[in-house]
T-cell receptor
Framework: EDQVTQSPEALRLQEGESSSLNCSYT??????LFWYRQDPGKGPEFLFT?????EEKEKERLKATLTKKESFLHITAPKPEDSATYLC????????????WGLGTSLAVNP | ETGVTQTPRHLVMGMTNKKSLKCEQH?????MYWYKQSAKKPLELMFV???????ENNSVPSRFSPECPNSSHLFLHLHTLQPEDSALYLC????????????FGPGTRLTVL
């Protein structure tokens, strides 16, 4: 069964304290892995798409990487405005019409 | 307007009411989606439309009825809902089914009394 698991469930960091969020997946034929950011009461905001193992993408303090089993979202020197829930989703070859979503990691960055 | 817009942003309805949610995308995309988001659950895909044709109905109860008159507009008609249907309803669009980078609207917070 296709599955996406995100860890940790919640993470609290001090401003400037770098860390990583994990998204592990078991799918048949990965077509793409997506990272989103969601602020309370709002819709998810698209961040990155990764397609193949070894691929990396960066945006400001965020860097996403992909292996054959998992993806990491590295946050370097986070700021309070990075506080949000980060969602991971995968598109599998078994059904490319839908994304399989994780539960997300709730990140809080204290000033 | 830019991106994906949804109206209303908040909706409170009784179990016997009929209401509709509206979504409009200004991105020139061909695929549109309805999702339900509840606490402690992953996003639940409800319906998918591609070039205004429904391609996915994820076993959604018939009290939810989607309508897609064109590639830019998507509606979700609601009737005789249950309290457990209370959730954030999100609309999204993507360039197509093969390119699944989905862009979301702000959502409609629905409360069923």
């Amino acid at each position: 069964e296709d599955q996406v698991t995100q860890s940790p469930e919640a993470l609290r960091l001090q401003e400037g304290e770098s860390s990583s969020l994990n998204c592990s997946y078991t799918v048949s034929g990965l077509r793409g892995l997506f990272w989103y950011r969601q602020d309370p009461g709002k819709g998810p905001e698209f961040l990155f798409t990764l397609y193949s193992a070894g691929e990396e993408k960066e945006k400001e303090r965020l860097k996403a990487t992909l292996t054959k089993k998992e993806s990491f979202l590295h946050i370097t020197a986070p700021k309070p405005e990075d506080s949000a829930t980060y969602l991971c989703a995968v598109q599998a070859g078994s059904n490319n019409r839908k994304l399989i979503w994780g539960l997300g990691t709730s990140l809080a960055v204290n000033p | 307007e830019t991106g994906v817009t949804q109206t209303p942003r908040h909706l409170v309805m009784g179990m016997t009411n009929k209401k509709s949610l509206k979504c409009e995308q200004h991105l020139g995309h061909n695929a549109m989606y309805w999702y339900k988001q509840s606490a402690k659950k992953p996003l639940e895909l409800m319906f998918v439309y591609n070039f205004k044709e429904q391609t996915e109905n994820n076993s959604v109860p018939s009290r939810f009825s989607p309508e897609c008159p064109n590639s830019s507009h998507l509606f979700l008609h609601l009737h005789t809902l249950q309290p457990e249907d209370s959730a954030l309803y999100l609309c999204a669009s993507s360039p197509g089914l093969a390119n699944n980078e989905q862009f979301f609207g702000p959502g409609t917070r629905l409360t069923v009394l």
